[in-house]
Protein backbone atom coordinates (compact mmCIF):
# COMPACT_ATOMS: atom_id res chain seq x y z
CA UNK A 1 0.00 0.00 0.00
CA UNK A 2 1.25 3.25 -0.98
CA UNK A 3 1.54 5.95 1.23
CA UNK A 4 1.91 9.52 0.85
CA UNK A 5 4.80 11.71 0.85
CA UNK A 6 4.95 13.77 3.46
CA UNK A 7 4.63 17.50 2.76
CA UNK A 8 7.85 19.58 3.04
CA UNK A 9 8.01 21.91 6.22
CA UNK A 10 7.53 25.23 6.13
CA UNK A 11 11.10 26.95 6.28
CA UNK A 12 11.79 24.50 3.84
CA UNK A 13 9.02 25.80 1.27
CA UNK A 14 10.03 29.31 2.32
CA UNK A 15 14.10 29.11 1.82
CA UNK A 16 13.32 27.61 -1.67
CA UNK A 17 10.71 30.52 -2.19
CA UNK A 18 12.78 32.96 -1.43
CA UNK A 19 15.96 31.66 -3.43
CA UNK A 20 17.42 33.11 -6.39
CA UNK A 21 19.74 31.79 -8.95
CA UNK A 22 22.79 33.35 -8.13
CA UNK A 23 24.79 32.66 -11.57
CA UNK A 24 21.13 34.43 -13.10
CA UNK A 25 21.07 37.45 -11.13
CA UNK A 26 25.22 38.14 -12.33
CA UNK A 27 24.58 37.72 -15.60
CA UNK A 28 21.40 40.47 -15.04
CA UNK A 29 23.65 42.56 -13.53
CA UNK A 30 26.28 42.06 -16.10
CA UNK A 31 23.59 42.67 -18.78
CA UNK A 32 22.79 45.55 -16.85
CA UNK A 33 25.81 47.33 -16.70
CA UNK A 34 26.62 46.78 -20.39
CA UNK A 35 23.45 48.58 -21.13
CA UNK A 36 24.70 51.72 -19.19
CA UNK A 37 28.21 51.55 -20.48
CA UNK A 38 26.94 50.84 -24.04
CA UNK A 39 25.09 54.41 -24.41
CA UNK A 40 27.62 56.57 -22.58
CA UNK A 41 30.87 57.78 -23.96
CA UNK A 42 33.45 56.36 -20.84
CA UNK A 43 37.14 55.06 -22.21
CA UNK A 44 38.79 52.51 -19.72
CA UNK A 45 42.78 53.13 -20.42
CA UNK A 46 45.20 50.94 -19.71
CA UNK A 47 49.22 50.54 -20.47
CA UNK A 48 48.70 50.40 -24.58
CA UNK A 49 45.23 50.52 -24.81
CA UNK A 50 42.52 52.71 -24.85
CA UNK A 51 39.01 50.49 -24.51
CA UNK A 52 36.18 52.73 -25.76
CA UNK A 53 32.52 52.49 -24.60
CA UNK A 54 31.52 50.34 -27.02
CA UNK A 55 33.98 47.58 -26.21
CA UNK A 56 33.29 47.44 -22.49
CA UNK A 57 29.95 46.97 -22.86
CA UNK A 58 30.43 44.13 -25.36
CA UNK A 59 32.91 42.56 -22.64
CA UNK A 60 30.29 42.85 -20.06
CA UNK A 61 27.32 41.21 -22.37
CA UNK A 62 29.77 38.61 -23.38
CA UNK A 63 30.43 38.25 -19.42
CA UNK A 64 26.65 37.67 -19.05
CA UNK A 65 26.03 35.48 -21.74
CA UNK A 66 28.94 33.29 -20.41
CA UNK A 67 27.41 33.32 -17.28
CA UNK A 68 24.24 32.02 -18.72
CA UNK A 69 26.12 29.31 -20.74
CA UNK A 70 27.56 27.97 -17.70
CA UNK A 71 24.70 27.90 -15.62
CA UNK A 72 22.37 25.86 -18.60
CA UNK A 73 25.34 23.77 -18.68
CA UNK A 74 24.69 22.69 -15.37
CA UNK A 75 21.00 21.17 -16.15
CA UNK A 76 19.83 22.51 -12.72
CA UNK A 77 16.27 23.54 -12.49
CA UNK A 78 15.69 27.18 -11.95
CA UNK A 79 15.36 28.27 -8.27
CA UNK A 80 11.62 29.44 -8.16
CA UNK A 81 11.94 32.82 -7.50
CA UNK A 82 13.20 33.16 -11.88
CA UNK A 83 9.82 33.28 -12.86
CA UNK A 84 8.41 35.68 -15.86
CA UNK A 85 9.50 38.71 -15.17
CA UNK A 86 12.95 37.61 -14.26
CA UNK A 87 13.51 36.84 -18.03
CA UNK A 88 12.02 40.15 -18.99
CA UNK A 89 14.21 42.08 -16.58
CA UNK A 90 17.46 40.31 -18.47
CA UNK A 91 16.21 40.38 -21.87
CA UNK A 92 15.55 44.32 -21.68
CA UNK A 93 18.75 45.27 -20.63
CA UNK A 94 20.32 42.87 -23.28
CA UNK A 95 18.81 44.46 -25.76
CA UNK A 96 19.78 47.95 -24.81
CA UNK A 97 22.89 46.98 -24.80
CA UNK A 98 23.48 45.35 -27.96
CA UNK A 99 21.76 48.57 -29.46
CA UNK A 100 24.13 51.10 -27.86
CA UNK A 101 27.13 49.05 -28.86
CA UNK A 102 26.00 48.52 -31.88
CA UNK A 103 25.68 52.28 -32.79
CA UNK A 104 28.78 52.97 -30.74
CA UNK A 105 30.89 50.77 -32.74
CA UNK A 106 29.86 52.41 -36.42
CA UNK A 107 30.00 55.81 -35.10
CA UNK A 108 33.52 54.83 -33.92
CA UNK A 109 34.14 53.51 -37.74
CA UNK A 110 37.37 55.69 -38.44
CA UNK A 111 37.85 57.29 -35.43
CA UNK A 112 41.38 57.12 -33.41
CA UNK A 113 42.43 57.48 -29.79
CA UNK A 114 45.78 58.75 -28.22
CA UNK A 115 47.60 59.26 -24.90
CA UNK A 116 49.54 62.46 -25.20
CA UNK A 117 52.72 63.12 -23.98
CA UNK A 118 54.24 64.56 -21.86
CA UNK A 119 52.02 63.61 -18.55
CA UNK A 120 51.12 65.86 -16.00
CA UNK A 121 53.52 66.47 -13.01
CA UNK A 122 51.24 64.33 -10.72
CA UNK A 123 50.68 61.37 -13.58
CA UNK A 124 47.89 62.66 -15.01
CA UNK A 125 47.32 62.39 -18.89
CA UNK A 126 45.20 63.36 -21.82
CA UNK A 127 43.94 60.78 -23.93
CA UNK A 128 42.06 62.37 -27.20
CA UNK A 129 39.51 60.89 -29.28
CA UNK A 130 39.43 62.58 -32.94
CA UNK A 131 36.69 61.54 -35.64
CA UNK A 132 35.68 62.77 -38.79
CA UNK A 133 32.52 62.63 -41.13
CA UNK A 134 31.83 63.82 -44.35
CA UNK A 135 33.49 67.44 -44.27
CA UNK A 136 33.48 67.92 -40.87
CA UNK A 137 36.29 66.56 -38.09
CA UNK A 138 34.99 66.10 -34.38
CA UNK A 139 37.64 65.07 -31.27
CA UNK A 140 36.70 65.00 -27.18
CA UNK A 141 39.71 65.14 -24.68
CA UNK A 142 39.43 63.08 -21.68
CA UNK A 143 41.71 63.27 -18.36
CA UNK A 144 42.70 60.02 -16.56
CA UNK A 145 45.25 59.25 -14.48
CA UNK A 146 47.62 56.62 -15.45
CA UNK A 147 45.26 54.50 -16.33
CA UNK A 148 41.43 54.04 -15.25
CA UNK A 149 38.03 54.59 -16.43
CA UNK A 150 37.37 58.61 -17.74
CA UNK A 151 34.69 60.50 -19.40
CA UNK A 152 34.59 62.98 -21.87
CA UNK A 153 35.88 66.47 -20.31
CA UNK A 154 35.18 68.46 -23.49
CA UNK A 155 35.28 68.21 -27.03
CA UNK A 156 35.66 70.24 -30.46
CA UNK A 157 34.53 70.51 -34.06
CA UNK A 158 37.07 71.06 -37.15
CA UNK A 159 36.12 71.76 -40.69
CA UNK A 160 37.32 70.12 -43.57
CA UNK A 161 37.78 66.75 -41.83
CA UNK A 162 40.88 67.59 -40.02
CA UNK A 163 42.00 66.26 -37.33
CA UNK A 164 44.68 68.72 -35.67
CA UNK A 165 46.33 65.83 -32.79
CA UNK A 166 46.87 63.30 -35.60
CA UNK A 167 48.14 66.53 -37.87
CA UNK A 168 50.26 67.44 -34.82
CA UNK A 169 49.04 70.65 -34.95
CA UNK A 170 48.75 70.78 -31.08
CA UNK A 171 50.38 72.07 -27.68
CA UNK A 172 50.19 70.20 -24.58
CA UNK A 173 51.37 72.17 -21.56
CA UNK A 174 50.96 71.48 -17.57
CA UNK A 175 50.69 73.72 -14.27
CA UNK A 176 50.80 72.49 -11.09
CA UNK A 177 47.46 71.02 -10.64
CA UNK A 178 46.29 70.87 -14.40
CA UNK A 179 47.06 70.81 -18.12
CA UNK A 180 45.78 73.31 -21.15
CA UNK A 181 45.57 71.38 -24.60
CA UNK A 182 45.37 74.19 -27.67
CA UNK A 183 44.77 73.30 -31.11
CA UNK A 184 46.12 74.79 -34.01
CA UNK A 185 44.10 75.75 -37.34
CA UNK A 186 44.97 75.02 -40.54
CA UNK A 187 44.82 78.05 -42.95
CA UNK A 188 40.87 78.35 -43.90
CA UNK A 189 39.82 75.45 -41.49
CA UNK A 190 38.90 76.87 -37.91
CA UNK A 191 38.90 74.46 -34.88
CA UNK A 192 36.42 75.55 -32.38
CA UNK A 193 37.10 75.77 -29.58
CA UNK A 194 40.52 75.84 -29.70
CA UNK A 195 41.40 75.53 -25.79
CA UNK A 196 40.66 72.45 -24.20
CA UNK A 197 41.81 72.10 -20.08
CA UNK A 198 42.79 68.57 -19.15
CA UNK A 199 42.27 68.18 -15.06
CA UNK A 200 42.25 64.44 -13.62
CA UNK A 201 40.91 65.76 -9.76
Known sequence: METEAEPEPEPVRRR??????????L?????VLAA??????LILVVPGWVLPHWVLGGILLLAAAAVRIYRL????PPAR???????????LPVVVAAAGIGLGG?????????????AG?????????ENS???MGDGSVYAVHGFGFALPGSSWIADDNMRPVAAGRYELEWGERAGVLTLHRREGDPVMPALHGVDCR
Do not use: H, K, N, Q
Open 36 to 41: VVGWTE
Open 133 to 135: FLV
Open 16 to 25: EAAAVDRPFV
Open 121 to 129: PDGCRAVVR
Open 73 to 76: SRRR
Open 106 to 118: LGDVGAEYRVLEP
Open 81 to 91: AVTGWWWAAFT
Open 27 to 31: ALVCA
